[in-house]
C-alpha cells in the first residue's frame, strides 16, 4: 500500500514543471486545471501576475458536450480569445497532469484554433 497519494503524485510533478516553465508577455504561459466534470484553463503573465484571458467547462456554449469534445472546444475558445488579446505564441503548462486524454485533447484545439504552443 502506497502512502503517496496520486493528487500528491501530481503535485510533485506540477512543482517539478513549474521550475522550468515561466510565462512572460510576449509568452504567456497556458495552466489547466482538470477535474471530474470538466476542464479550466488560464492564459498567464508570470512577470506582471495577471492572468489575461480563460476559460472554463461551466460556459454556456462549453456546459452541454461530452468531456473529450469539451476539452476541444474549451480549447479553441482559448486560442480566439489569446488571439483577440494579441498572443500568438504560449507555452503549455499541463499542471502535473500527463499528456493524455482530456488534457491532450485541450491542447490540440489550443493548435487547431491557431495559437501556437
Do not use: C
Not at 506582471?48 to 467547462?57: F, L, M, R
Amino acid at each position: 500500500m502506497s502512502l503517496v497519494t496520486k493528487e500528491q503524485r501530481r503535485l510533485k510533478r506540477r512543482r517539478r514543471v513549474r521550475a522550468k516553465v515561466s510565462g512572460t508577455a510576449e509568452r504567456p504561459r497556458i495552466s489547466v486545471r482538470r477535474t471530474n466534470r470538466g476542464i479550466f484553463a488560464q492564459v498567464i503573465d508570470d512577470l506582471a501576475g495577471h492572468t489575461i484571458t480563460s476559460v472554463s467547462w461551466t460556459e454556456a456554449e462549453l456546459r452541454e458536450l461530452p468531456s473529450s469534445e469539451l476539452s476541444s472546444a474549451a480549447g479553441k475558445l482559448l486560442a480566439q480569445r489569446a488571439k483577440a488579446a494579441g498572443i500568438e505564441v504560449a507555452i503549455f503548462d499541463r499542471g502535473g497532469y500527463k499528456y493524455h486524454g482530456r488534457v491532450q485533447a485541450f491542447a490540440e484545439g489550443i493548435r487547431e484554433g491557431g495559437l501556437q504552443v
